[in-house]
């Protein structure tokens, strides 16, 4: 009798402190926003979480980052409570040069705050072209940062709309440090006869940097 005494309090106790948790009230506002050069979004790997912000919430004593990862079309979104938090970028992440600013954002109910980075290589005037079944891309690259050279620019393919250098089908890449006004090609023809869809993307590598830079638009070839 004195264990099964014992046993039911254990399961009341545990039941108290279920009741306690699922009461916590959650995060009801939401804060959106952009990760932009010049006021244009930057595209980046969207897959495996790459590319991540951090908040930091003013106001306690133990901090702990929030983590928020940036989406292929440079976009985030968080859940968060109401209240001040900094936003920052990561050092060694994404394609662009680490900033220790630090930016300063109030969060009531839903929020939209960008954020302004400094990216190595920018995009612009990206067409896709299919000629037969050769894809191609022709777009401006432009060099802002004389810190880091260019790797390689790549044409991709996918058969999904997660296209980045860890999800592909297929590419056509070109060496070398280039910029100004580029074109790159690439045979689909077997893509085209096996596939039920294919999605296009152009990806900018710098040397010795981990993220590249992607046109944040994905287009469909099929």
């Not at 545990?14 to 979004?41: F, I, M």
């Not at 989406?71 to 001040?84: H, I, M, N, R, V």
């Not at 050769?134 to 004389?146: G, H, P, S, V």
Request: proline letters at 3%; charged letters at 20%; a neutral charge.
């Amino acid at each position: 009798m004195k264990f099964k005494y014992i046993f039911i309090q254990i399961v009341s106790i545990g039941l108290l402190l279920s009741c306690g948790k699922d009461n916590y009230d959650e995060p009801q506002a939401t804060l959106t926003g952009r990760v932009v050069h010049e006021g244009k979004p930057i595209g980046v790997r969207g897959s495996n979480n790459s590319v991540r912000l951090q908040l930091w919430q003013n106001g306690f004593a133990l901090k702990t980052p929030i983590d928020v990862y940036v989406a292929q079309d440079g976009s985030y979104t968080a859940k968060l409570f109401d209240g001040d938090y900094q936003l920052i970028t990561v050092s060694g992440n994404g394609p662009w040069a680490h900033s220790t600013d630090t930016l300063q954002v109030q969060v009531k109910g839903n929020t939209t705050v960008d954020i302004n980075v400094r990216p190595y290589y920018t995009l612009e005037n990206i067409q896709y072209q299919l000629n037969g079944t050769k894809l191609q891309a022709t777009f401006q690259l432009n060099k802002i940062d004389e810190t880091r050279n260019l790797d390689n620019v790549n044409l991709l393919i996918n058969d999904t709309k997660f296209v980045d250098l860890g999800n592909f089908e297929k590419r056509s890449s070109i060496d070398g440090n280039q910029s100004g006004a580029i074109t790159i090609e690439l045979d689909i023809a077997n893509e085209l006869n096996t596939k039920n869809t294919l999605f296009a993307r152009v990806a900018v590598k710098m040397n010795g940097i981990t993220e590249a830079v992607y046109d944040p638009n994905i287009f469909r070839v099929k």
